[in-house]
């Protein structure tokens, strides 16, 4: 039950609770992990809260009532979980979960989806939820798990209440290398392999070197890119973890420019300075939302040499004054 997860992630509890007590739910939340593993029990835990007449109404610790009973067996037809099928989670999974939706509710007044690992959403099923969270029904609520809240198009987080769990891990000592790996996996053994893997803080340079280059020459990068990105980054992977370095980038720029300080590039202050003087809010929020659009595409099978063309021409755009 939600009460369980009272001393370990505290300020959710409270914020989670006082939402039902008030009657003042979202009907999105998008719960961030930060590497906590309990996240989807959480997540299950605060369904119940909301769909069992007893906690709802009198603020019972229940778990012992038929609603209980059926969503512990995930019998409970106003409860849907999702869960990714095979690598992504598809757009007939989002389809069939509108379809059941839309009838009327048998049993209560509410119905909750809990999309768990939403980062592995793809553009079609993104697109199909996003649509479910924009005309948002009476009684249904979403909520959102995902280990990589970067890893979400920026149209979903915004619709959403992020709660952000406490991780148990402070980063703030960490190298940018293992900031970086503990941004790209939740997983143990990939972050291990990511740090002790010599070639990745090459790669992490030639992301900020690529990044210099472009805002150096501009369109110009065009010419040379093959040299200072194609012939670097081949694989699937590779230019999906160099899109999230470049990301990130962006990012610490964008945290310098809020004056919250340089996060994840500490290692590499000077160049989140340099951009941070030669980009407006304007421009550094526009190229990280072309570089999340991008990044998505990566998943399908893109033409690596189109991808970053595209790259460069819409940074460009970004940079129009
Ligand atoms: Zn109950």
């Known amino acids: 039950m939600l009460d369980d997860f009272n001393l370990e992630q505290n300020i959710v ?33 605060f369904a119940k809260y909301l769909l069992c007449p007893n906690s709802y109404s009198n603020n019972k610790k229940c778990g012992s009532c038929s609603q209980c009973k059926n969503i512990d067996k995930n019998e409970f037809i106003e409860l849907k979980i999702i869960d ?16 059941i939706f839309s009838k009327k509710s048998v049993l209560g007044n509410k119905k909750v989806y809990i999309i768990n690992k939403a980062e592995k959403l793809n553009p079609a099923s993104s697109n199909s939820l996003l649509k479910f969270l924009e005309e948002p029904e009476e009684g249904i609520v979403a909520i959102l798990i995902t280990e990589n809240i970067h890893q979400l198009l920026s149209t979903i987080v915004s619709r959403c209440q992020v709660l952000s769990l ?35 803080i090459v790669k992490i340079e030639k992301v900020i070197e690529f990044i210099k280059y472009y805002e ?45 300080g340089v996060q994840i590039f500490t290692d590499y202050v000077n160049e989140v300075n340099n951009l941070e003087e ?23 099978n893109v033409n690596n040499n189109l991808l970053m063309d595209k790259l460069i021409i819409q940074l460009g755009r970004c940079d129009v004054k």
């Open 13 to 45: 509890y409270k914020i989670l609770i006082n939402s039902v007590k008030n009657n003042k739910y979202s009907h999105a939340y998008l719960i961030e992990t930060n590497g906590y593993s309990k996240g989807l029990d959480l997540g299950i835990a």
């Open 216 to 260: 150096d020459n501009h369109l110009n990068t065009l010419i040379y890119i093959n040299k200072i990105w194609n012939e670097i980054f081949k694989d699937k992977q590779d230019i999906y973890n160099a899109f999230t370095i470049l990301l990130l980038f962006y990012k610490d720029v964008l945290n310098l420019k809020l004056g919250k």
């Open 278 to 300: 030669k980009n407006n809010l304007d421009e550094i929020t526009n190229k990280i939302n072309v570089i999340m659009d991008l990044r998505e595409k990566i998943k399908f």
């Open 84 to 99: 990714p099928e095979g690598q992504w989670i598809k757009k007939s999974q989002l389809e069939e979960l509108q379809e």
């Open 166 to 200: 406490k991780n148990k891990i402070n980063l703030d000592n960490f190298s940018t290398k293992e900031k970086i790996a503990h941004y790209l996996s939740n997983n143990k053994e990939d972050i291990e392999n990511f740090i002790n893997n010599e070639d990745n």
